[in-house]
């Protein structure tokens, strides 16, 4: 009878690297998740590089006349903020209605699409005031640091937000 012991199974390099990829899938869902979370909805904030809050990021030294345009448009961008929840709320009601007719639902779609216009109407007006603030030199940096930013993806994922 043979008492020798097989040899130990040497762990396997596709193993370890399947491991790996699995960890980094993991930290990159958590962080998304985390960034998904905390998206900042408030007024002058928004996905476009020429939103106040990103000009301020910019040019932290005009954080004051900017906060002010963000201020006189506030009042009223989140009354357009809420009508154009509210219409919405009563088209998606409209479609359970026992009322419900094509006409009703055309002219609550209409509805909804005026109130996201007279929104983003304002915004831009926002960022237009907020973008008069600047020298016609900041604007030029502006403009060239739009031109060599980073699009990718991965990119965005892990940079913060305040500077795009």
């Known amino acids: 009878m043979d008492d020798t012991l097989p040899p130990p199974r040497r762990r396997s390099w596709l193993l370890i690297a399947s491991?790996?990829?699995?960890?980094?899938?993991?930290?990159?869902?958590?962080?998304?998740?985390?960034?998904?979370?905390?998206?900042?909805?408030?007024?002058?904030?928004?996905?476009?590089?020429?939103?106040?809050?990103?000009?301020?990021?910019?040019?932290p030294g005009h954080a004051g006349a900017i906060d002010a345009v963000i201020e006189a448009h506030r009042a009223k961008i989140e009354a357009l903020r809420a009508a154009a929840v509210s219409t919405r709320i009563a088209s998606v009601k409209l479609?359970?209605?026992?009322?419900?007719?094509?006409?009703?639902?055309?002219?609550?779609?209409?509805?909804?699409?005026?109130?996201?216009?007279?929104?983003?109407?304002?915004?831009?007006?926002?960022?237009?005031?907020?973008?008069?603030?600047?020298?016609?030199?900041?604007?030029?940096?502006?403009?060239?640091r739009l031109k060599r930013r980073n699009r990718s993806w991965l990119y965005k994922t892990f940079h913060p937000r305040g500077r795009m």
């Open 19 to 59: 491991l790996c990829v699995n960890l980094a899938l993991i930290a990159f869902i958590a962080v998304a998740l985390w960034r998904l979370a905390h998206i900042d909805r408030s007024v002058g904030a928004g996905v476009s590089p020429l939103a106040p809050k990103h000009v301020i990021a910019d040019f």
């Open 95 to 144: 479609l359970a209605a026992p009322d419900y007719t094509p006409q009703k639902m055309q002219a609550a779609l209409a509805a909804v699409a005026k109130a996201d216009a007279a929104l983003e109407a304002e915004d831009v007006r926002m960022a237009a005031d907020s973008l008069a603030t600047l020298s016609p030199d900041e604007r030029k940096t502006l403009v060239d």
